[in-house]
């Protein structure tokens, strides 16, 4: 049986277009799941910032109260300048300690929030490209359907 050239152009044009979409929506579910994975470790990240600053503040309440208890048994008052400094710069250290943490856990979040912008657009993108290419392989298709003819007696393949 005979098949026209230009019937074989539209036949090859559709197919190839369908798998140009089929692809598309194969990327798409796959930025989607990248963009799951993502929110996921930003909610993760975002906790372990929370308890290294908790366990930061933990640390700072220790040592106040192991000072207090070591300044409570040497018999030195409870205005001692030097004891009230020691706390002073336990404080200060821990409140540096947390803004630190503060700040890294800000950039892990930016840097999440940054790649999850860069996916919708790589999603946009991809979409409108392989729907252009889709809608390019149906034109030629047809603008080869239409230039072989649909009659084909001497364009006949086997």
């Known amino acids: 049986m005979a098949k026209s050239a230009s019937?074989?152009?539209?036949?090859?044009?559709?197919?190839?277009?369908?798998?140009?979409?089929?692809?598309?929506?194969?990327q798409r579910r796959a930025l989607a799941r990248e963009n799951?994975?993502?929110?996921?470790?930003?909610?993760?990240?975002?906790?372990?910032?929370?308890?290294?600053?908790?366990?930061?503040?933990?640390?700072?309440?220790?040592?106040?109260?192991?000072?207090?208890?070591w300044q409570s048994i040497s018999g030195y008052s409870d205005d001692s300048r030097s004891f009230l400094n020691i706390n002073e710069q336990a404080k200060t250290k821990a409140n540096?300690?947390?803004?630190?943490?503060?700040?890294?856990?800000?950039?892990?979040?930016n840097k999440y929030t940054s790649m999850l912008y860069e996916n919708k657009y790589k999603e946009n993108d991809l979409v409108f490209g392989g729907y252009v290419s889709a809608i390019s392989e149906l034109t030629t298709g047809y603008a080869q359907y239409d230039y072989y003819g649909d009659g084909g007696s001497k364009k006949d393949i086997v």
């Open 7 to 26: 019937t074989m152009f539209a036949a090859a044009a559709i197919v190839s277009a369908v798998g140009t979409v089929a692809s598309v929506q194969s």
């Open 36 to 69: 799951y994975r993502l929110e996921t470790e930003k909610k993760l990240a975002a906790v372990q910032a929370l308890e290294e600053e908790n366990a930061r503040k933990e640390m700072l309440n220790d040592t106040i109260a192991q000072n207090l208890a």
């Open 96 to 109: 540096k300690d947390i803004s630190n943490i503060r700040l890294m856990g800000r950039n892990i979040q």
